[in-house]
């Protein structure tokens, strides 16, 4: 069905459903919240004096003569940011089974994606007690400082997004989640996508740009 | 009166979707792309980076900005169906994309030129 034909069914002032319209306005606006937190460790993240940088195949000498080592660990990452692509297509196709009413079909995938968001923010929680453990915090260096913050605000959203698609699983399992409520599984998907295209712009940009 | 049609109006209004066939389709490109991002990596910084990785670096950035870009076209498109759905709602992303976009690049001249400035003394 065109849209012109499906918004002249919606009485509102734009003719597409507000809630629909809110979720994108929402990502439009958190598009500028993590440009400035990625310009932010872009122009920071070379000019720490002291504690570990963020190269990680190099061991760095400081000016007093500390040497740290290597820390951040790219094939756990990489294992992570996959388990995170894959979650999109998870979510879309749980949001398939939603819109045909199979209420089975939408479970398994939801779970699914619940799992790949309960193991990425897992992954982050590792990674930062990790880099805690080898010299580096948030008052480190300007480094530490950009790194956490942007990748810490991504974690906070991932797990937001966990305990949204939570709540829609547990709905969907007492039966409150019908075809015809689809939308609100739509939204809660359109927040997790956005989740999953903010790292994929993050992880080259923070793991593998030199 | 209600600003949202009744649920069953809106489900049954909804533009069509892709198939689940689609889904799994961009899921394995999407899985692809991924892959050679790192095997970029790989094989111009990492451990075992030989003659040829060197004579790459000039374009590591550029292939991996490409990569990453067309990850999140796909998803963008396919995922959250802005290719199916109402152009306003791709408006309502790509404008801030491209204010984003202008901020990091304002943020990284103004501070290279900064540095250069510094240094100069």
Known sequence: ?210 | MDAHATPTTAAADEPSHPSSGTYVKIGLVLFVLTALEVGLYEFTYGEHAGATGHALQPFFVPLLLALSAAKFALVAMFYMHLKQDHRLFSGLLIFPLIIATVVILALIVLEAYHFAFARSG
């Open chain 1, 1 to 210: 069905m065109s849209d012109h034909a499906a918004a002249a069914h919606l009485e509102t002032s734009t003719g597409l459903d507000s809630r629909k319209l809110a979720i994108w306005t929402f990502i439009g606006s958190e598009c500028l919240f993590f440009a400035t937190l990625i310009s932010n460790y872009l122009v920071h993240k070379e000019t720490w004096l002291s504690g570990p940088g963020p190269f990680p195949h190099e061991v760095w000498k400081s000016p007093s003569g500390q040497v740290f080592e290597p820390i951040i660990e790219i094939p756990l990452v990489t294992l992570g940011t996959a388990l995170l692509l894959f979650s999109s297509l998870f979510v879309v196709l749980a949001l398939a089974n939603a819109q045909r009413g199979n209420r089975r079909g939408l479970l398994t995938w939801l779970a699914a994606t619940l799992f790949c968001g309960i193991f990425f923010v897992g992954m982050q929680v590792y990674e930062f007690t990790h880099f805690v453990h080898k010299g580096l915090t948030l008052k480190t260096n300007l480094f530490g400082a950009s790194f956490f913050v942007l990748t810490g605000f991504h974690g906070t959203h991932v797990t937001i997004g966990v305990i949204w698609l939570l709540t829609l699983w547990i709905l969907g399992l007492r039966g409150k989640l019908p075809a015809e409520k689809s939308l609100n599984l739509e939204i809660a998907a359109l927040y997790w996508h956005f989740v999953d295209v903010v790292w994929i712009v993050i992880f080259p940009v923070v793991y593998l740009i030199q």
